[in-house]
């Protein structure tokens, strides 16, 4: 690794006219993807680098996206913040509210470059754009979350095809367990599937005001809605044994369960559709569909998972014209397919998505199936409810709604009385949350 | 002849406390003072603007049930991790000082575990007590329900206890068998001559003799337990199952670090601060009373 970093940086200066490397105006990148992501994510940097001389981007690994977060907001205070952040999901409304980033689109227009926002795929630019529909940062790793089934094994029990509706999905599951199958689905009390994506694909409110973005003081609402009836049906499923808890603390991670051919079905981020090709028992057919959906419900578009990437404010402007241009570098069709390519993201333009198509990408058999994630995404157009979610302190919520699900499914309280009291511990958060921005606006 | 060193300006000795009282205040005070700050204000993560908000933040810390769960914990943790861990540490410490069998050996392997990272000695558990795949999972074959800690709040904190036990134990063997050896030998003989047997000898002469190393560990197993789970409750069961691990270091580590709720977490580490004083203070008032220091 250290060889291959010197060896790149010996060359990338062979490359470059000494002169102008002297030249170049070098500014900051934080992340929080490790392992191959954060390879690639270097050699997207690298690539960046290579095909201009202006600029030299320089990409750090934070570890993980809340250290990337808490890392960025420790710099910054002191002054020494990266001129590039990377943000998840659950961090970006605090930095909505506060005065701390450059907004994507001024960035873009005061340095010159033409951005058509309405490139963007519209499930994702709706979840990082404010309550008025403007991106103010820009989309980078997204995914959504798919159901990963075992061909194999449907195969046994005469099915050719992935259940669409959750009624066929629980009939499947009996059939595998039937089958002799020990673990039908593998589920890690993650709120984001069955919770979130749940929510957005049935157009149910997870807390009032449109999820958040209408105002801060929206509250939860995911205990009075259809939500509860599925939770039920899957603690149910969960007590028949048809859904195995599969963590690190038991052994075996959810993703590890299913490529090891222990699990047969798991929802999952489109993010891993990658690791899990590359880690599978050798010979196992598998592939991914779109989430199930209630039968006689409308289905509708499902929420990005991901993170995108904010200016920070308190740089020169020299180092915003270098960061510019690496927005303007990353939009590019063809930094899209790179991406993809080696990652298991989904590009976040429909320009990326038909130029990848146009590519053939994905007609060939590793990156087959990652289309449903943009079918997806594109389910329906995006709704009040389907937009996505804006709470703040929304990982402590989503903690609080974790534990509720640990307790419901380990028999301590009913599936009712932990969501109540989980939604009545969020909202507090919420109320916490609001107070501390007083008289601050929804962006 | 004036028998004491002194100096002869008030300036020289200032000079030598100096550096001292920079380092405690940039690395202790200021932090302390800036987390009280906070503790009393909202504080927004990325800045701009904190307002005052007096008491509440410590009201909503002391009205949350799970903030006195977490207390709790932290108290049950502390006892029995200070038992288990100066408990054998003393058992191996007594039996490697009799010069049993291979005792050197033993001396080296037993301070081992205190060099491993918490982080890593939490990996190497959270696979020993893993129930598909460790040492655990030809016990729970036969029944589920036997032992599972990623749903079982007890299991969970038992395996907790057992790995942080381990890796101090190893600390507290170091202090027993240095103040053991640091008996005079003459005094174990001349008890052996008079005929008392050796469990006669470690109670009557060995552990009153080595009292003052005794209260030095149970002050240092209480504070550190407080403040040192954190790297084997993150690696282990991020305060999981449904809090059930969640002591107050890792509450203010989540809520703080990772919800962005910097004002609860400044509170949270000001009532863990004064909860540390108070019991160290009850020590050196109660306990140290029993002591002789020879």
């Avoid at chain 1, 020169?316 to 069709?333: L, Q, R």
Wanted: hydrophobic content about 45%.
């Amino acid at each position: 690794m250290l060889k291959r970093l010197l060896l790149s940086a010996t060359l990338s200066t062979i490359l470059v006219a000494p002169a102008l490397a002297a030249d170049r105006v070098k500014f900051d990148f934080w992340h929080g993807l490790t392992g191959n992501l954060g390879e690639v994510v270097a050699e997207v940097c690298k690539r960046f680098n290579d095909s201009q001389s202006d600029f030299e981007i320089v990409c750090t690994s934070q570890g993980s996206y809340p250290n990337a977060l808490q890392n960025a907001i420790a710099a910054y205070r002191a002054k020494k913040g990266p001129t590039i952040v990377q943000i998840f999901d659950a961090g970006t409304l605090d930095l909505m509210l506060s005065e701390a980033y450059v907004p994507a689109r001024k960035l873009m227009e005061d340095n010159g470059y033409k951005i058509n926002w309405d490139d963007y795929v519209p499930a994702i630019s709706n979840y990082y754009a404010d309550s008025k529909g403007v991106l103010n940062s820009f989309p980078f790793n997204s995914s959504t979350a798919l159901m990963y089934w075992n061909k194999d094994a449907f195969a046994k029990i005469g099915k050719t095809e992935a259940p669409k509706t959750w009624e066929e999905t629980f009939e499947s599951l009996k059939a595998l367990k039937s089958a002799g199958y020990e673990c039908p689905m593998g589920w890690e009390n993650d709120t984001w599937q069955i919770m979130e994506q749940f929510s957005a694909i049935h157009a149910l409110p997870i807390a009032t005001k449109g999820n958040g973005y209408q105002g801060l003081d929206a509250e939860l609402q995911v205990n009075k809605t259809k939500f509860m009836e599925y939770l039920k049906l899957f603690k149910k499923g969960y007590d028949d044994g048809l859904i195995k808890i599969k963590s690190p603390e038991t052994g075996e991670d959810v993703d590890q369960a299913f490529a090891n051919g222990n699990c047969q079905m798991m929802m999952e981020s489109v993010a891993d559709h990658g690791s899990i090709g590359k880690t599978q028992k050798a010979g196992m057919n598998w592939d991914v569909a779109m989430l199930p959906v209630m039968a006689g419900m409308e289905r509708h578009n499902s929420f990005v998972g991901g993170a995108s990437l904010w200016a920070l404010q308190g740089k020169t402007p020299a180092e915003y014209k270098g960061a510019a241009a690496f927005f303007n570098f990353i939009a590019k069709p063809e930094s899209a397919l790179f991406w993809s390519t080696n990652t298991g993201y989904i590009p976040v333009t429909k320009s990326g998505f038909e130029f990848m198509k146009a590519q053939g990408f994905y007609d060939k058999a590793p990156f087959k199936g990652r289309e449903v994630a943009i079918v997806s995404l594109n389910a329906s157009p995006v709704t009040e409810y389907t937009r996505g979610i804006r709470l703040g302190g929304f990982t402590q919520v989503r903690k609080e709604i974790r534990d509720a699900f640990t307790e419901i499914f380990s028999n301590k309280v009913t599936v009712d009385d932990g969501m109540n009291s989980a939604v009545e511990r969020g909202n507090a958060v919420l109320r916490k949350f609001e107070k501390t921005y007083a008289g601050k606006a929804m962006p | 002849m004036e028998k004491r060193a002194t100096f002869s300006k008030t300036s020289v000795g200032v000079m030598f406390v100096l550096p001292q009282i920079l380092l405690v205040f940039t690395f202790f005070y200021w932090p302390t003072g800036a987390a009280l700050y906070w503790a009393f204000t909202l504080e927004r993560p990325w800045g701009g603007g904190n307002e005052w908000v007096g008491l509440d933040n410590f009201r909503q810390v002391f009205a949350d049930r799970a903030y006195w769960g977490s207390i709790s914990r932290s108290i049950i943790f502390a006892g029995a991790t200070s038992f288990l861990s100066m408990g054998f540490g003393l058992l191996l410490a007594v039996a490697c000082d009799r010069g049993l069998k291979f005792y050197q050996a033993f001396r080296t392997v037993f301070v081992w575990p205190y060099a491993v990272v918490a982080p890593a000695a939490a990996l190497a558990f959270r696979f020993i007590f893993a129930p598909e795949a460790g040492i655990f999972s030809a016990l729970v074959k036969s029944n589920h329900e036997f032992w599972n800690p990623a749903q079982n709040g007890y299991h969970a904190m038992t395996m907790i206890i057992v790995c942080y036990s381990w890796k101090y134990a190893a600390y507290c063997f170091i202090f027993f068998l240095a103040a053991l050896q640091a008996i005079p030998r003459s005094v174990i003989e001349a008890s052996a001559l008079d005929g008392a047997g050796v469990l006669r000898r470690v109670r009557d002469i060995q552990l009153p003799l080595i009292t003052p190393t005794f209260f030095f560990l149970l002050v240092i197993s209480i504070t550190d337990s407080f403040q040192d789970s954190f790297g084997i409750v993150d690696v282990m069961t991020d305060g999981g199952p449904a809090k059930a691990t969640e002591f107050m270091v890792y509450k203010i580590y989540f809520d703080g670090f990772r919800g962005l709720d910097y004002s609860g977490a400044a509170a949270q580490s000001i009532v863990l601060m004064f909860l540390m004083m108070v019991l160290t203070f009850f020590q050196f008032r109660f306990i140290e009373r029993r002591i002789h220091y020879s």
